[in-house]
């Protein structure tokens, strides 16, 4: 196999790539040698070397503990639980959270096979046990794994007198009432609040 089909068969195995947007990508990045496809290959290779997994709360940093964990501006008070890394950034970008993560790893799934002991819940209830946490807010999917995770995430943390909170679920911003599913529509109906 020629180094071209090599590389297009590495980046179509990359998640939202094809093996078409693949080549396009080659092409783009050979055409581009020096100013971007060389700069490329030396960032993926520093981040390769450099990225570590944060042994507190499971993010992805250039230091460990990461940059979030070793912050002193921080809420000490505050945990906020998500699946997996890309949902911490997710709430990081909106700048609205100024707490503690804990990153669990996926979500329950007896199809897949995930058991309690794959995630890093048993992690999260001894950071809870030995810190001055006073609130942890599970932030996870709306979705059957993730509901039944939060479920079981709360109940093991029932215990350790800390307020267990969830994000709202419901409307999303500038979304028609036509175009919800059933599903959101309930839950927007159920958590609904007094205006004013």
């Not at 209830?125 to 599970?138: A, N, P, T």
């Amino acid at each position: 196999m020629s180094p071209l089909d090599q590389l297009m068969k590495h980046l179509a195995r990359l998640p939202g790539l094809g093996p078409r947007s693949a080549r396009r990508m080659v092409l783009h990045l050979l055409k581009r040698r020096e100013a971007v496809f060389l700069p490329l290959i030396d960032a993926m290779s520093r981040a390769a070397q450099n990225v570590k997994d944060c042994s507190v709360c499971g993010n992805l940093g250039g230091a460990d503990p990461c940059e979030i964990c070793s912050d002193p501006g921080r809420d000490r008070s505050l945990i906020c639980v998500v699946e997996d890394v890309a949902d911490l950034w997710a709430l990081e970008r909106s700048k609205a959270y100024r707490g503690f993560y804990h990153v669990l790893g996926g979500t329950l799934s007896a199809l897949e096979g995930v058991r309690p002991a794959d995630l890093h819940i048993d992690k999260l209830v001894d950071r809870v046990k030995d810190s001055q946490i006073k609130e942890v807010i599970l932030a996870l999917n709306a979705t059957v794994e993730g509901q039944a995770t939060a479920h079981f995430v709360a109940e093991r943390l029932s215990h350790t007198g800390v307020t267990i909170s969830r994000l709202a679920h419901g409307l999303p911003v500038g979304g028609e009432l036509d175009y919800l599913d059933d599903g959101t529509l309930t839950a927007a109906l159920k958590a609904r609040r007094m205006a004013g």
